[in-house]
């Protein structure tokens, strides 16, 4: 790539993030109770009609999650046996904003009442997180800045 500003990219923010997950109904559940929020796309109940995974317009039988500007996406495509890995090129992790530290505790909370595992809310110098995996094993990081 050219070293020149004049042609760099210059983003305004990330628009969306699309997830590929194994199984839309688990992931749309779990997503939905953690979000505290319905799709406002929702091609799940199509998922397994004919071509609808191959199918961009359809949203591959997938969901997605809307927050202001910025969109999270649910691709359920993978095989049912596929399991995700950070160390494996692509995705490491995904960081949720949240609003304050007492998000971050009422998450805790929540998450627990559920009955889904999830770590300390931690101080890691410039924010702090709360990390829980998801029906895949992606790391989720609720986030609150601190600096």
């Given amino acids: 790539m050219s070293q020149h500003p004049a042609e760099a990219v210059s983003p305004a923010g990330i628009h ?7 199984d839309i ?4 559940a779990f997503y939905t109770r953690l979000l505290g929020r319905e799709p406002v796309i929702d091609q ?7 071509g609808v995974r191959e ?13 202001g500007d910025q969109v999270l996406g649910l691709r359920p495509v993978a095989p049912a046996e596929d399991t995700f890995s950070s ?3 692509g995705l490491d ?8 530290r007492t998000d971050l505790d009422k998450a805790a ?13 931690t101080d890691i110098g410039s924010m702090l997180i709360l990390s829980v995996q998801d029906p895949d094993d992606i790391n989720l990081e609720l986030c609150f800045p601190t600096a």
């Fill in 55 to 67: 199918d961009q317009s359809r949203f591959y039988g997938g969901v997605v999650y809307s927050f």
């Fill in 109 to 121: 909370e929540r998450l627990s009442a559920d009955g889904v595992p999830h770590g300390e809310v």
């Fill in 25 to 28: 109904a688990r992931s749309k």
């Fill in 93 to 100: 992790h995904v960081g949720l904003l949240v609003a304050s």
């Fill in 44 to 50: 799940s109940d199509a998922v397994d009609e004919p």
């Fill in 87 to 89: 160390t494996r090129v």
């Fill in 16 to 22: 969306h993030l699309r997830l590929t997950v194994t």
